[in-house]
T-cell receptor, first 118, second 116 residues
Framework: NAGVTQTPKFRVLKTGQSMTLLCAQD?????MYWYRQDPGMGLRLIHY???????AKGEVPDGYNVSRLKKQNFLLGLESAAPSQTSVYFC?????????????????FGPGTRLTVL | AQTVTQSQPEMSVQEAETVTLSCTYD???????LFWYKQPPSRQMILVIR??????QNATENRFSVNFQKAAKSFSLKISDSQLGDTAMYFC?????????????FGKGTKLSVKP
């Protein structure tokens, strides 16, 4: 049981390049999230998904796109990377609110991806 | 919109001593959860403790306990018998139970150093 995994762990991009971050979970969770963490800040929500085939915007969605074609995977795309997107990106997953008893509100986090845009 | 405030950017404590980290939040909701997450240098986010707003009893998990004051919108974390492995960033987080997305709203964190 690997939990939540993220690929890659580190990446350096040049301004204008594109890339996709992959998040995978093997806990059969319905909900998945992408957060970013900047120095001196807590995590902020970029996009989220409440089920396969669904996505929605979070607090800081500009410059990112997401897809949830399979329940276990949640992809975060940067079409044209900017230095302002230099950050650590975290994926998380959970059961639906109120689901699976007391664990229905616990989010499980991946190890993070450190992205640098030059 | 909900906000979470951690007023202590950094704190330090001697090994085996007790330390309390502060957190306040602002919401108009009545049903919500509060969490403390630990982020060690490895960067992994680890759930420390959670509190359901409808419960009056403060949550405890071994050496970790909270002081939940709903009327004051305060949610502090007490770490007893501090250990070197407790050195980490600690984030307070809020989740609106009534919302459909279940996302967490985080404070900016408190950097805790446990000194030998």
């Amino acid at each position: 049981n690997a939990g939540v995994t993220q690929t890659p762990k580190f990446r350096v991009l040049k301004t204008g390049q594109s890339m996709t971050l992959l998040c995978a979970q093997d806990m059969n969770h319905e909900y998945m999230y992408w957060y970013r963490q900047d120095p001196g800040m807590g995590l902020r929500l970029i996009h989220y998904s409440v089920g396969e085939g669904t996505t929605a915007k979070g607090e800081v969605p500009d410059g990112y796109n997401v897809s949830r074609l399979k329940k276990q995977n949640f992809l975060l795309g940067l079409e044209s990377a900017a230095p302002s997107q230099t950050s650590v990106y975290f994926c998380a997953s959970s059961y639906p609110l109120g689901g699976s008893g007391r664990r229905g509100n616990e989010q499980f986090f991946g190890p993070g991806t450190r992205l640098t845009v030059l | 919109a909900q906000t979470v405030t951690q007023s202590q950017p950094e704190m330090s404590v001697q090994e085996a001593e007790t330390v309390t980290l502060s957190c306040t939040y602002d919401t108009s909701e009545n049903n919500y959860y509060l969490f403390w997450y630990k982020q060690p240098p490895s960067r992994q986010m680890i759930l420390v403790i959670r509190q359901e707003a409808y419960k009056q009893q403060n949550a405890t998990e071994n050496r970790f306990s909270v002081n939940f004051q709903k009327a004051a919108k305060s949610f502090s974390l007490k770490i007893s018998d501090s250990q070197l492995g407790d050195t980490a960033m600690y984030f307070c987080a809020f989740m609106n139970y009534g919302g459909s997305q279940g996302n967490l709203i985080f404070g900016k964190g408190t950097k805790l150093s446990v000194k030998p």
